[in-house]
């Protein structure tokens, strides 16, 4: 599809500015011309006509052939008949306007360059179409007299040279300034850019060598320092400068033809390689940016992601306190309706109330924090009092359930690096599952044992067995998240466990035998500078 051209003017307006602009650029560019017919070694108007049809589309055609005829008539005073005349413009016009239409429908490059594929065909399709026009337009002169036969092969060769230099400076400047709306911001390097490009002409051409040839090379440089820090809008901009910037120093040195044909053929090929690379330099930025882009959206993904984490997290956390509370309102209730009332329970029942209700704002804070990977409360605990204290907190429903708790933890087991409430949700995590998944499958006896031993490399290990059915078959030893065995299940359990565990740098591992189920998890001892803020 072609890019819609930034003007808002009539497709006969803009048609008659064409026309205008290619007269204009056909008289500054008519030198070391063969006779007076548009046989020069720098040819840029093509270059417009291959931009006007990639940029507005096959319905300037037209435009493209009277605008020869126009150059004929008003730049050369052609001496060829005027039938020979409009054959000649509809030969350049009409090959030109075949290659732009084939390569805009049919091949369907991007105006813009934004690959390598699209300038490697324009530039191919433009050469082939050039030499088309460069055959063409000789051999119509030749075949009406007005070239000698001998002369083709050599007219045919400049007219080609000038046809493609034209093309592969103007067609991709104008295309990537129109289509990319590459607007050129004045910047202290792009002058030293322009700067360097002259420096690179004035060696070429003032010092005194036996072959400036040689010295070309040198124009490389500042092309190559524009492509790696521009692009190829750069590239297309430096290009024109440094053709300008050579024809003139062309003329001002009084080269011959076959000098000026010579570094047009060096231009040429300086020109498609430099394009190549300012085409790879902005193809990879637009990949960077849009993995950038892809990344940001990822991050975002995340986020909402992370939300829903921690969501699931605190729903699974706050089941327990949640329960409990629920338990010490009801018994509370019922101390109440007793006649007469036993205050002192009930203040008691009340106090505990409180208790869980701070325990549930606490999950809320430090399950956020731990989501978005917040600090840690890191200190020395011992393990007996946490122990104590889940069983202690999971006493009412292990004994409705008719399992029983037992923790056998010796004294000399040294105190832990951790965070308090972070432990206690670990700890009644393992022990809510064992307690239901024992009361689901109704195995005898129920028992959930407790036990804590030294481990290698300063750790400390946790065991939580169960006499229960042990997990299910499709995990084999690995916490696969979302997969629960209890019906009403939600399979974060284990999941948040060990993420608790491995953000405290420990390890947690699950064991699956004929006894039951097998939780181990380590822990960091604590060392005795860490022992001086103990907990109790």
Same mark, same amino acid.
């Given at each position: 599809?072609?890019?819609?051209?930034?003007?808002?003017?009539?497709?006969?307006?803009?048609?008659?500015?064409?026309?205008?602009?290619?007269?204009?650029?056909? &008289?500054?560019?008519?030198?070391?011309? &063969?006779?007076?017919?548009?046989?020069?070694?720098?040819?840029?108007?093509?270059?417009? =006509?291959? =931009?006007?049809?990639?940029?507005?589309?096959?319905?300037?055609?037209?435009?493209?052939?009277?605008?020869?005829?126009?150059?004929?008539?008003? *730049? $050369?005073?052609?001496?060829?008949?005027?039938?020979?005349?409009?054959?000649?413009?509809?030969?350049?016009?009409?090959?030109?306007?075949?290659?732009?239409? %084939?390569?805009?429908?049919?091949?369907?490059?991007?105006?813009?360059?934004?690959?390598? $594929?699209?300038?490697?065909?324009?530039?191919?399709?433009?050469? %082939?179409?050039?030499?088309?026009?460069?055959?063409? &337009? *000789?051999?119509?002169?030749?075949?009406?007299?007005?070239?000698?036969?001998?002369?083709?092969?050599?007219?045919?060769?400049?007219?080609?040279?000038?046809?493609?230099?034209?093309?592969?400076?103007?067609?991709?400047?104008? /295309?990537?300034?129109?289509?990319?709306?590459?607007?050129?911001?004045?910047?202290?390097? @792009? /002058?030293?850019?322009?700067?360097?490009?002259?420096?690179?002409?004035?060696?070429?051409?003032?010092?005194?060598?036996?072959?400036?040839?040689?010295?070309?090379?040198?124009?490389?440089?500042?092309?190559?320092?524009?492509?790696?820090?521009?692009?190829?809008? @750069?590239?297309?901009?430096?290009?024109?400068?440094?053709?300008?910037?050579?024809?003139?120093?062309?003329?001002?040195?009084?080269?011959?033809?076959?000098?000026?044909?010579?570094?047009?053929?060096?231009?040429?090929?300086?020109?498609?390689?430099?394009?190549?690379?300012?085409?790879?330099?902005?193809?990879?930025?637009? %990949?960077?940016?849009?993995?950038?882009?892809?990344?940001?959206?990822?991050?975002?993904?995340?986020?909402?992601?992370?939300?829903?984490? /921690?969501?699931?997290?605190?729903?699974?956390?706050?089941?327990?306190?949640?329960?409990?509370? =629920?338990? &010490?309102? $009801?018994?509370?209730?019922?101390?109440?309706?007793?006649?007469?009332?036993?205050?002192?329970?009930?203040?008691?029942?009340?106090?505990?109330?409180?208790?869980?209700?701070?325990?549930?704002?606490?999950?809320?804070?430090?399950?956020?924090?731990?989501?978005?990977?917040?600090?840690?409360?890191?200190?020395?605990?011992?393990?007996?009092?946490?122990?104590?204290?889940? *069983?202690?907190?999971?006493?009412?429903?292990?004994?409705?359930?008719?399992?029983?708790? $037992?923790?056998?933890?010796?004294?000399?087991?040294?105190?832990?690096?951790?965070?308090?409430?972070?432990?206690?949700?670990?700890?009644?995590?393992?022990?809510?599952?064992?307690?239901?998944?024992?009361?689901? /499958?109704?195995?005898?006896?129920?028992?959930?044992?407790?036990?804590?031993?030294?481990?290698? +490399?300063?750790?400390?290990?946790?065991?939580?067995?169960?006499?229960?059915?042990?997990?299910?078959? +499709?995990?084999?030893?690995?916490?696969?998240?979302?997969?629960?065995?209890?019906?009403?299940? #939600?399979?974060?359990?284990?999941?948040?466990?060990? =993420?608790?565990?491995?953000?405290? @740098?420990?390890?947690?591992?699950?064991?699956? @035998?004929?006894?039951?189920?097998? *939780?181990?998890?380590?822990?960091? +001892?604590? #060392?005795?500078?860490?022992?001086?803020?103990?907990?109790?």
């Amino acid at each position: 599809m072609a890019v819609r051209l930034l003007v808002r003017k009539s497709d006969a307006l803009l048609a008659s500015g064409f026309c205008a602009a290619y007269v204009l650029l056909d &008289y500054v560019s008519f030198i070391h011309a &063969y006779a007076p017919f548009g046989i020069t070694p720098w040819n840029p108007p093509p270059g417009l =006509s291959l =931009s006007l049809i990639l940029l507005g589309g096959p319905r300037f055609a037209p435009a493209l052939v009277l605008a020869p005829l126009l150059a004929d008539i008003l *730049v $050369r005073q052609s001496p060829a008949p005027f039938v020979v005349e409009i054959a000649s413009a509809a030969i350049v016009g009409g090959s030109y306007s075949l290659a732009a239409t %084939a390569l805009l429908r049919w091949l369907r490059i991007d105006p813009a360059l934004g690959a390598l $594929r699209d300038l490697f065909l324009l530039l191919a399709v433009a050469g %082939a179409a050039a030499l088309v026009v460069a055959t063409g &337009y *000789v051999g119509l002169l030749a075949g009406t007299g007005l070239v000698p036969w001998d002369d083709f092969a050599r007219a045919a060769g400049k007219m080609w040279i000038g046809d493609m230099i034209g093309i592969a400076v103007a067609t991709p400047f104008i /295309t990537v300034a129109v289509a990319q709306q590459a607007r050129p911001r004045p910047t202290v390097e @792009g /002058t030293l850019q322009v700067a360097a490009a002259a420096a690179a002409l004035w060696v070429v051409f003032a010092l005194d060598v036996a072959n400036e040839f040689h010295l070309f090379w040198i124009l490389f440089l500042p092309l190559i320092w524009t492509a790696a820090r521009d692009g190829l809008p @750069g590239v297309t901009r430096l290009l024109v400068v440094i053709q300008v910037g050579l024809v003139v120093a062309l003329q001002l040195s009084k080269q011959d033809a076959a000098a000026v044909n010579a570094f047009q053929l060096l231009m040429l090929a300086m020109s498609v390689t430099t394009l190549a690379l300012g085409c790879l330099v902005s193809a990879q930025r637009r %990949a960077a940016d849009r993995l950038r882009e892809q990344q940001e959206a990822l991050a975002r993904l995340v986020r909402l992601s992370t939300m829903g984490e /921690t969501a699931a997290v605190m729903a699974h956390e706050l089941n327990q306190p949640i329960t409990a509370l =629920s338990n &010490y309102a $009801r018994a509370c209730l019922q101390t109440m309706r007793r006649d007469p009332a036993d205050l002192a329970a009930a203040r008691e029942i009340a106090e505990k109330l409180v208790v869980q209700v701070d325990r549930a704002i606490d999950v809320v804070a430090r399950t956020r924090d731990f989501i978005r990977q917040g600090a840690i409360d890191r200190r020395p605990v011992r393990l007996q009092q946490v122990v104590e204290d889940s *069983v202690a907190l999971l006493q009412p429903e292990s004994v409705r359930r008719g399992v029983a708790v $037992r923790s056998s933890i010796a004294a000399d087991v040294p105190a832990v690096l951790a965070d308090p409430l972070h432990l206690q949700q670990v700890m009644l995590n393992l022990l809510r599952n064992s307690v239901e998944a024992i009361d689901e /499958t109704r195995a005898t006896p129920g028992l959930v044992e407790i036990t804590a031993t030294l481990a290698p +490399e300063g750790m400390v290990e946790i065991a939580v067995r169960d006499t229960g059915p042990g997990f299910p078959a +499709e995990q084999e030893g690995r916490i696969v998240p979302f997969l629960s065995s209890k019906p009403h299940g #939600t399979g974060l359990g284990l999941s948040i466990c060990r =993420s608790i565990v491995e953000a405290h @740098g420990g390890r947690l591992r699950i064991e699956s @035998g004929r006894g039951g189920a097998v *939780v181990r998890f380590t822990l960091p +001892e604590a #060392t005795q500078d860490d022992s001086r803020g103990e907990q109790p």
